[in-house]
């Protein structure tokens, strides 16, 4: 059995709760760390599955397991009792549908002592199916590769603070956490807190890196993580409020992070808009304009960090609520309307972009594509709500009666316009919804 540190490097919190499908693998993968100086703190947060039994078991068999059996809080209260729990130099969050690589904890750990961190993070990879066939896709905390591998003065470098951060995929050092009183809200469920936890830890931390490996790996298929309710949206809304009653509790300590923090809000609102079911989201609309109204008049929308597409969308949003639900819903629309004609169609792009084209579809319209077309087909998954995923050259010989909508934001829309230009694609629809580049 492994020995457990009496004051490990690092302290992993999982908080658990009927995973019994994942728990193996993320287990196996933590307990498989280089870093063998750690303690693993198990919240099993009510758990009605088997999920409490295999815990146990894991404990059992290695004393760097401790688990602690509770009533279901949620996942805020959760995480926030196992940092209580912990010892650790450091504290990771790992989540046990997830998995991590064998030397996550060494390499950030390392990196963070020697530079003496607040915190650390790393890119991350998101991931689809089974162990058998799985895809994965990177993602970049931020594009700039110039803030990796240095120190970064989150004050000094407010851009980098913008960034895709997970927290999962990082380090905090533990006397930083307790000192600034940094911990998740406890609002029931397991939706947006860990928001507020990052927007914290970038408020006070003076000291950060990025490292540009991705360790962690993110589960995005698990359908128990599903946001398509009213009540996850309200989620949203009661998470930044909590956030921002932190910011300006904080005085001088914390109100420079108020640029930061207008173009977060405003990033999950959108995001949380376009994921919510179509019957919530003019309603959800309604109350982004009223609340980034309220801001302005208390001179507190500040948009320096935003990009000038997003400036356009909030005005937008703010001055006629009524116009940008149009434009928005007006895709699926505009798509019946370039297929008529037509009685089979592909998309081209498997993104965002892509899939939301397919979702705003009508049911007539939607028996008339015949897949999505990708550049790269074996770096994406191979079905889309039971559409298949495959490359451009599978139509070649259906071109000509085929129509190719072309699914993708305008950062990508002109290499896709060339590429079906010389592979003579004639029914090319290019898509002119605002819903497309949201």
Same mark, same amino acid.
């Given at each position: ?18 995973? @019994? *499908?994942?728990?193996? @693998? ?32 894991? =404990?059992?068999?290695? =004393? ?5 059996? #509770?009533? %279901? ?14 010892? +650790? ?10 998995? /991590? ?31 058998? @066939? ?15 591998? *240095? ?9 980098? !603070? ?15 956490? !307790? $000192? ?24 006070? =931390? $003076? *000291?950060?890196? !990025? ?37 300006? %509790?904080? +005085? ?11 173009? *977060? ?34 001179? $507190? ?36 309307? =370039? ?15 892509? #899939? ?7 049911? @007539?319209?939607?028996? #008339? ?22 490359? /451009?050259?599978?139509?070649?010989? $259906? ?7 072309? +699914? ?14 010389? #592979? ?15």
């Amino acid at each position: 059995m492994e020995k457990k540190s009496m004051k490990p490097k690092v302290s992993i919190v999982m908080p658990v709760y009927n995973v @019994e *499908r994942y728990l193996d @693998e993320c287990m196996q993968s933590v307990l498989c760390q280089s870093l063998h100086d750690i303690e693993i703190i198990c919240m099993d947060d009510g758990s009605t599955d088997a999920s409490s039994k295999m815990l146990d078991q894991y =404990a059992s068999l290695d =004393a760097r397991v401790n688990v602690i059996h #509770k009533t %279901n809080s949620g996942y805020g209260h959760s995480v926030n009792l196992g940092i209580e729990q912990s010892s +650790g130099e450091y504290i990771g969050i790992v989540e046990p549908d997830d998995y /991590i690589h064998p030397m996550m904890m060494e390499s950030l750990y390392e990196a963070a002592v020697q530079n003496r961190l607040d915190m650390i993070s790393a890119d991350y990879a998101w991931f689809y199916g089974d162990e058998t @066939e799985r895809v994965f896709r990177t993602v970049k905390i931020i594009n700039d590769e110039c803030f990796y591998g *240095r120190v970064i003065i989150p004050k000094d470098d407010k851009i980098v !603070l913008t960034g895709n951060y997970l927290n999962q995929a990082s380090l905090f050092r533990r006397e930083f956490l !307790l $000192e600034n009183k940094i911990r998740h809200n406890e609002s029931p469920g397991a939706s947006f807190q860990d928001y507020g936890l990052r927007c914290q830890v970038l408020m006070y =931390a $003076e *000291r950060i890196m !990025l490292l540009d490996k991705p360790f962690y790996y993110y589960r995005q298929d698990n359908a128990a993580s599903s946001i398509a309710s009213k009540g996850k949206a309200d989620c949203v809304v009661e998470e930044y409020r909590y956030i921002y009653k932190i910011m300006k %509790n904080g +005085g001088e300590k914390t109100d420079w992070f108020l640029p930061i923090f207008c173009r *977060r809000k405003f990033e999950s609102y959108l995001f949380t808009f376009q994921r919510i079911e179509t019957g919530l989201k003019k309603e959800f609309l309604d109350q982004i304009s009223n609340e980034f109204q309220k801001m302005e008049a208390l001179g $507190e929308l500040d948009q320096s960090c935003f990009t000038d597409s997003r400036k356009e969308i909030l005005m937008h949003i703010m001055k006629d609520v009524g116009s940008f639900y149009d434009s928005y819903m007006a895709l699926g629309i505009e798509i019946r309307d =370039a297929l008529k004609g037509y009685e089979k169609a592909v998309i081209y792009g498997a993104g965002v972009a892509g #899939k939301r084209a397919y979702d705003m579809m009508t049911d @007539e319209d939607k028996k #008339k594509i015949k897949g999505f077309a990708v550049t790269f087909p074996d770096e994406n998954l191979k079905i889309y709500k039971g559409v298949k995923i495959g490359g /451009i050259d599978e139509y070649e010989t $259906e071109k000509n009666d085929m129509a190719v909508i072309v +699914g993708v934001t305008d950062k990508y829309r002109d290499e896709i316009l060339r590429l079906l230009k010389e #592979k003579e694609f004639p029914n090319v629809i290019l898509l002119q919804s605002k819903a497309v580049n949201i």
